[in-house]
């Protein structure tokens, strides 16, 4: 086999490789591998927290805590508030709000509802359909929620950053209302839901997190995967480019 044909071979086979990887890496895993904890639902109390004051990349914000909150969950879409497109999180000054988690857990775990709909992200909104008519799959909406996730930590940021579909996920820290001030002034509240009963399409929580675990990430290999098939990829076009071209082409 001549080295040309290599070269497509390779070209070829990395872009099977890439749609493959990029197909999976955002699949659900069944319930029977899920994390026991996710048949629960969150633990929610009342909490003697004060309002604080923080300041994140010089915004002042404060953080009015509602609630205890612990929650463990399947996260079935995410948006990261750095993204470029997100312009409403930087129109309002908002450093705090790391990320948004929609998450499932409950009866949705336990009836396997949650692979049987399809999700998406606005820069604030998460929502869900589901074509299943099968009542014993019903989607449970009161088991869903949209978390837009608080943290001034560094540390806890950065995690948060390297949650994927399909993770699970543990959080803990409060329900909470917070405000952005812009010269001395409050530019604007936002404000937590505290039942996940709130419109019938699941709560949108409001959590500062305290504390934050991946019990068990999915996928990894698949997006181990789709790197090294974007670098193989990369090296077939630059192989191509450089062989010399076959004599009568």
Same mark, same amino acid.
């Given at each position: ?75 079935v879409s ?32 336990r ?11 606005s820069?604030w909104?998460?929502?869900?359909r ?8 019903a989607?449970?909406?009161?088991? %869903?929620?949209?978390?837009?996730? #608080?943290t001034?930590?560094?540390? /806890? &940021?950065?995690l948060?950053?390297?949650? $994927?579909v =399909? @993770?699970e ?19 604007g ?27 068990r990430?999915?996928n990894?290999?698949?997006r181990?995967? %789709?790197?090294?098939?974007?670098? #193989?990829?990369?090296?077939?076009i /630059? &192989?191509?480019?450089l062989?010399?071209? $076959?004599? =009568? @082409?």
């Amino acid at each position: 086999m001549d080295v040309h044909r290599l070269v497509n071979l390779l070209i070829l086979g990395s872009l099977l490789l890439m749609a493959v990887a990029f197909w999976r890496e955002d699949s659900l895993p069944p319930p029977e591998r899920l994390h026991a904890a996710l048949s629960e639902e969150p633990l929610q109390g009342p909490t003697r927290e004060k309002p604080f004051d923080t300041q994140v990349k010089g915004v002042d914000y404060r953080i009015a805590p509602r609630h205890t909150y612990e929650l463990n969950g399947l996260v079935v879409s995410l948006h990261d508030s750095d993204t470029w497109w997100d312009y409403a999180h930087r129109e309002w000054n908002d450093n705090l709000n790391i990320a948004d988690f929609c998450v499932v857990w409950g009866e949705n775990v336990r009836r396997d509802a949650y692979r049987r709909a399809s999700y998406s992200h606005s820069q604030w909104e998460c929502f869900w359909r589901t074509s299943s008519g099968d009542p014993a799959h019903a989607f449970d909406a009161t088991a %869903f929620s949209n978390n837009h996730l #608080l943290t001034d930590d560094p540390a /806890v &940021a950065r995690l948060l950053r390297q949650v $994927r579909v =399909g @993770d699970e996920i543990r959080v803990r820290g409060f329900l909470a209302d917070y405000t952005t001030f812009k010269d001395g002034r409050p530019a604007g509240t936002r404000v937590t839901s505290v039942t996940r009963t709130d419109d019938g399409e699941g709560a949108c929580e409001v959590v500062w997190v305290k504390d934050m675990e991946i019990l068990r990430a999915t996928n990894r290999l698949w997006r181990v995967l %789709f790197r090294v098939a974007a670098g #193989l990829l990369l090296l077939g076009i /630059v &192989a191509w480019v450089l062989l010399p071209a $076959r004599l =009568g @082409d």
